[in-house]
């Protein structure tokens, strides 16, 4: 995990521990400009069946297009983790 994740995931759990891998140092993101960023957008949630979750189309389309692009930057599926973060 990069540590600018970490320390990021340390707002939602109190008690987490950094693995030692955390703090070594990685190579920046081929084709990227930063290894976590946010995208804002106003494309609505739709309801799932189950009446309790929600899911966004726009976001998915998003995540696996990045995905597309990282592997066009030289990257194998397996290297690729995304992490999306909802309330």
């Known amino acids: 995990?990069?540590?600018?994740i970490g320390?990021?995931?340390?707002?939602?759990y109190?008690?987490?521990e950094?693995?030692?891998s955390v703090n070594t140092r990685r190579a920046p993101v081929r084709g990227?400009?930063?290894s976590m960023f946010f995208v804002n957008h106003?494309?609505?949630e739709a309801n799932?069946?189950?009446g309790c979750s929600k899911r966004n189309e726009f976001e998915a389309k998003y995540v696996v297009e990045l995905a597309q692009y990282l592997i066009k930057q030289g990257y194998k599926p397996q290297q690729i983790?995304?992490?999306?973060?909802y309330l």
Do not use: Q
């Open 1 to 4: 995990m990069r540590p600018e």
């Open 7 to 12: 320390r990021l995931m340390k707002y939602f």
């Open 14 to 16: 109190d008690d987490l």
């Open 18 to 20: 950094d693995h030692t």
């Open 32 to 34: 990227i400009e930063s």
């Open 42 to 44: 106003n494309h609505p």
């Open 48 to 50: 799932v069946d189950d």
């Open 81 to 85: 983790t995304i992490l999306v973060m």
